[in-house]
């Protein structure tokens, strides 16, 4: 089963940029998108609604903001929209399909780059989640969580981690928030399982040059419960193409 997830960074926006005349090459079963940045009624074209997948979106309240969606090849037991607490729902970050043991969700945690304020929003959200994210853990079931994340963990997750361990993205209560999420709540890493080599990004800022010069982030993570450790068995950060500041990320599970 190969599972994509990837930050748009406006859907209508990669669509001109090539991202759908690319995605019915790499075959996927399930494509996790965040950051859609549309309304439904704007996305009436037939190229957002790709054949080979029924598609399904959650958008934000406000025009043009946040937004997540979800493309699964197989009709799923039950779609869910939401977390249960405003600053997800109105913003569309959250959108989840059950199968039989199996759930998979797309997210799209806030970015605090813009200030202080969008920080402390960031803090609320991270508090909140992690909550769901241990009821999870109590499901008989397995996860697998797509998302663009907006936190980098290790050293070896951004190019220039010594300049950046007082911003938005690397801060020590970030990186122990996902040292909860990982050595006491039990979620998995899916791309460092198989993945361990450095310089291995999923962002990169508009400035600079800084994807010509690879000066990247991995911000884009697939987080699974446990029982799919093992079940891991390909990952691959997408960057052939360009079709937005992020990149899609691929793995491919032996489901």
């Known amino acids: 089963m190969r599972v994509i997830t990837f930050n748009c960074n406006g859907i209508r926006a990669a669509a001109r940029k090539g991202f759908f005349d690319w995605l019915p090459q790499v075959d996927a079963d399930v494509v996790c ?12 074209d037939q190229v957002f609604h790709p054949e080979e997948y029924e598609c399904h ?41 059950d ?4 759930s998979i969700a797309s997210l799209y945690l806030p970015s605090g780059s813009a200030g202080p304020e969008r920080q402390l929003r960031k803090f609320t959200f991270m508090d909140h989640y992690m ?8 499901k008989r079931r397995e996860f ?10 290790k050293e ?15 801060l ?21 399982v198989v993945n361990q080599e450095s ?14 010069r690879n000066v990247g982030w991995r911000l884009d993570y697939q987080l699974v419960t446990p029982g799919l450790k093992d079940k891991i068995i390909y990952a691959e950060i997408y960057t052939r193409e360009n079709f937005s500041d992020h990149a899609p990320v691929i793995i491919d599970y032996d489901l």
């Open 199 to 212: 310089e291995q990004y999923s962002w990169w800022s508009n400035r600079g040059q800084a994807r010509a």
């Open 33 to 44: 998108l965040q950051e859609t940045k549309a309304q439904l009624h704007q996305l009436s």
């Open 144 to 153: 697998i969580i797509c998302a663009d994340w907006n936190i980098c963990h």
């Open 99 to 102: 199968y039989g043991g199996l």
């Open 57 to 97: 979106y959650f958008d934000a309240v406000k025009k043009g903001y946040a937004g997540t969606a979800i493309y699964l090849r197989q009709t799923p037991k039950m779609l869910s929209t939401g977390l249960g607490f405003e600053l997800a729902d109105n913003e569309g970050r959250y959108i989840q399909a």
């Open 172 to 192: 020590p209560e970030e990186r122990q928030w996902l040292d909860t999420l990982y050595d006491e709540v039990g979620f998995v890493d899916a791309f460092r």
């Open 156 to 170: 070896i997750d951004l190019k220039n981690w010594r300049a950046n361990q007082k911003n938005s993205g690397f």
């Open 131 to 138: 909550e769901h994210m241990k009821s999870l853990r109590r």
